[in-house]
């Protein structure tokens, strides 16, 4: 990670926080992680960030205190829309950073855009990103509040998805983040109370599908755990 590019990060975020839109949204992806030493507070955690794009879930149904037209508020940052594919998809471009809006998927899902008319932009929607806007925490950074998905939550929806990456570098990336983060969570009985608590609220295809992929990954110390406090 590199100085400037967290300088972007905490400029856009006091931006998107003075205008009342981050109550809303969760941070999610790897940047989550970043933000997961503030919640630690040992000065053990030290996540390895290389990534352009920070994504925002806004959890459903949306709400917002009032209308922001988040591209034009970051405008002046050096942001630039851009429509992706044939879909529409909005993501706010800049050299050093990829500013992305996703919603979770419901029922049959959709084939467009999710309108978000509040924001000035649209979201994409997803599987599976309800489970971390119902599993969420809040820290204080910079003098600002924000919502990070729990990490609990963040490790057990990357091992729920990572097979899924139609890369295999995304999938080995993202299965290496669930693992570092269940490992260090381990640690902490605090913590353990709170995989135990969040494990147990998941479909039971979803938990099986979490120990499958942690066989796979050849993790049998966390299946024990996971099935010991399940």
Known sequence: MEKNQLNL??????????????????????WALYFYQYYFH???????IRTRDIDFLVPLPPKFKRNVDIPLLL??????????GTKGYIRLDHPELIVEFLIP?????????????SLGLNAQPLRFLHF??????TIE???????????????????IIFDRRRTKDKAEKDSKQAI????????????????????????????????????????????????KIS
């Open 42 to 48: 040992q000065g053990e955690y030290f996540p390895d």
């Open 75 to 84: 405008k002046e940052f050096g942001f630039i829309v851009h429509h992706g």
């Open 132 to 137: 971390l806007a119902e599993h969420t925490i």
């Open 105 to 117: 998927e419901m029922g049959k899902g959709r084939d467009t855009p999710y309108p978000l008319p």
């Open 180 to 227: 570092q983060l269940l490992q260090y969570l381990e640690k902490n009985s605090k913590d353990i109370r709170e995989i135990k608590t969040i494990f147990s609220t998941m479909h039971k295809k979803w938990q099986k599908t979490v120990l499958e992929n942690l066989k796979k990954l050849d993790e049998e110390n966390l299946i024990q755990l996971l099935v």
């Open 141 to 159: 950074h910079e003098n600002m509040k924000l919502r990070l998905p729990h990490p609990a939550a963040y490790a057990l929806h990357k091992l």
């Open 9 to 30: 990060i905490l400029r856009v975020l006091k931006k998107m926080y003075a205008s009342e839109v981050l109550d809303n949204l969760v941070i999610v992806g790897s």
